[in-house]
């Protein structure tokens, strides 16, 4: 292909490719919240210390199965229904339908931080095992109406096609958080006096601002289709007349149809939660038993938690944008029986993960300490980092693969491999945590993980006979990756002792950044092309 041509190739497959282009409007606005969350994390840990970080986190897992009783089934279920009465022209029954998740969410939403709210002590000192986490958890209940709100205004868009209203709302999310923080901690806080609840402010600031832009840019949305309707009206066509005089359903088919496939996704989501939660209840609990000490176990905690997991799923932004994006395409596809295409784009889709998955293997593996040292200050970060650099692989395939299995129908199959690999994660807590520490944890999670992705591509090989290449897709990709890592290490520490006035954080950056441009960009450009 010509050099010249090559931008207008790119464009045009970008405009034309709706997965595509979904995919990079939640990948950028996606790296933009991460790179927003990262820095927040990073003020967090320094202003609160470790130990209240580790609190902080210790109630996630409750604000995560709050989160599945009332925003995730609903949401996945709107944006299925919307996509397909959409694609029938029926847009008064799509709008009852978001019409019904709105409030649903919003009573779901009430009733839910109610209870927590009223039970908050209980729930920390008999489920978190963490009685300081209770002002933590009171707070937090503020912000989940607002999230279950959202969530019904993102499924609505989502089904649309518009997947820039979710980024968008997700990265203003994460300004606020960060701004939010900064203004209590300069103007209300007295300072050296900051808790894990003062840091839970921010999630419902956050949680608040994000709303309130959905809801502008759902107000915008209704005006511009009013104006749009109102001159379709005036000089009709026969596909537009029958579009717009096309009458709802009936209320009760709307209720009928939406917990016919909201109820199912929100029990296996819940059931998947809980367990999950479990599980990250227990780490601390189980880590005072090898630690004998319960700030150093809390610390640890806060370090693995809070620092070195969500780096590691930092480049997941991708695999995560593109899952959002495959699941309604796989969906359309499989219905339309359209066998061709689909195996083409589970097999783009893997390869594509395989490459992102491979890259930040190496990146951790060999840069690992050094973000630990110039990012949070912490040898534990980077040594955890290095420690977890194996399971990016398949972490990536296995949030692909799940998409793609939801996608064909195949959801329960899907809730009980998953649940089968946090069932192993747990029995390594344990068993190896009490002996070894966090790292039995790890070696936990990369057998579970190691389970999963197999188990989930056995399935769809069943499905779907994919190809990948052991040559083009794995070797090649990881030898250059290895190579080009070593040579871009060795470069920045040259560049540490020759540019001494510039920060070592900024040095990292702009290495680790051309390392990528060089090294991924070309797999990705021909794998596009193919």
């Not at 986190?57 to 944006?79: C, D, H, K, R, W």
């Not at 949680?207 to 005036?234: D, G, I, W």
């Not at 996608?407 to 329960?412: E, Q």
Request: aromatic share 12%; charged share 10%; proline share 3%.
């Amino acid at each position: 292909m010509e050099l010249k041509k090559q931008p207008l190739y790119i464009k045009n497959l970008i405009t034309k490719n709706l997965v595509i282009k979904g995919t990079l409007i939640l990948t950028v606005t996606g790296f933009a919240t991460r790179i927003l969350g990262f820095y927040n994390r990073i003020f967090l840990a320094g202003l609160i210390g470790a130990k209240e970080l580790g609190i902080y986190q210790l109630i996630f897992p409750l604000y995560m199965v709050a989160f599945s009783v009332t925003t995730f089934g609903n949401e996945l279920a709107l944006t299925k229904l919307v996509s397909e009465y959409k694609s029938r022209g029926d847009m008064a029954s799509a709008k009852a339908f978001f019409k019904a998740c709105f409030f649903i969410n919003l009573v779901l939403g009430l009733i839910v931080s109610t209870i927590m709210y009223k039970n908050a002590d209980w729930l920390c000192m008999h489920v978190l095992n963490a009685p300081e986490c209770s002002g933590c958890l009171k707070v937090i209940c503020a912000g989940i109406p607002f999230m279950s709100m959202k969530g019904a205004i993102h499924g609505f868009f989502l089904g649309m096609e518009k997947s820039g209203v979710h980024g968008i709302s997700d990265f203003l999310e994460q300004i606020a958080k960060v701004f939010g923080l900064y203004l209590i901690a300069t103007y209300f806080c007295i300072r050296n006096h900051y808790n894990a609840s003062f840091a839970v402010w921010g999630i419902v600031i956050g949680e608040l601002v994000s709303f309130s832009y959905s809801v502008a840019a759902l107000l915008y949305h209704n005006k511009k289709t009013k104006h749009q309707k109102n001159r379709q009206m005036s000089a009709p066509s026969a596909d537009t007349a029958l579009k717009i005089t096309a009458a709802p359903i009936c209320r009760q088919k709307i209720l009928r149809l939406f917990f016919k496939n909201s109820i199912p996704l929100t029990t296996n989501r819940l059931a998947l939660t809980v367990l999950q939660s479990i599980e990250a209840i227990m780490i601390p609990t189980v880590l005072l038993s090898y630690y004998k000490n319960s700030t150093l176990s809390l610390a640890t905690y806060g370090v693995f938690s809070g620092m070195a997991f969500p780096f590691i799923m930092f480049p997941s932004t991708i695999t995560n944008s593109l899952s959002t994006m495959l699941l309604p395409a796989v969906s359309s596809a499989s219905s339309r029986l359209n066998g061709g295409y689909l195996k083409k784009l589970c097999e783009k889709s893997l390869h594509f993960c395989l490459l992102i998955g491979l890259f930040s293997t190496t990146v951790f593996y060999i840069f690992g300490p050094s973000i630990g040292n110039c990012l949070f200050e912490s040898k534990e970060a980077g040594h955890y980092l290095f420690q977890l650099s194996f399971l990016c692989p398949f972490i990536y395939l296995a949030t692909t693969l799940a998409s793609i299995l939801n996608g064909l129908g195949f959801a329960t199959h899907n809730l009980i491999l998953t649940v089968i690999s946090t069932i192993i994660r747990i029995g390594f807590i344990l068993t190896a945590v009490p002996r070894i520490g966090i790292t039995g944890y790890i070696m936990g999670l990369f057998i579970g993980y190691l389970f999963l992705t197999f188990a989930c591509l056995c399935k769809l090989q069943k499905m779907i006979p994919v190809e990948l290449q052991f040559i083009k897709s794995i070797f090649v990709p990881s030898v250059t990756f290895i190579l080009l890592g070593v040579t871009a290490f060795w470069g920045y520490r040259k560049l540490l002792v020759s540019f001494t006035g510039i920060p070592a954080v900024i040095l990292l950056i702009a290495v680790i950044g051309i390392y990528g441009m060089i090294s991924l960009l070309p797999f990705i450009a021909e794998s596009a092309r193919r």
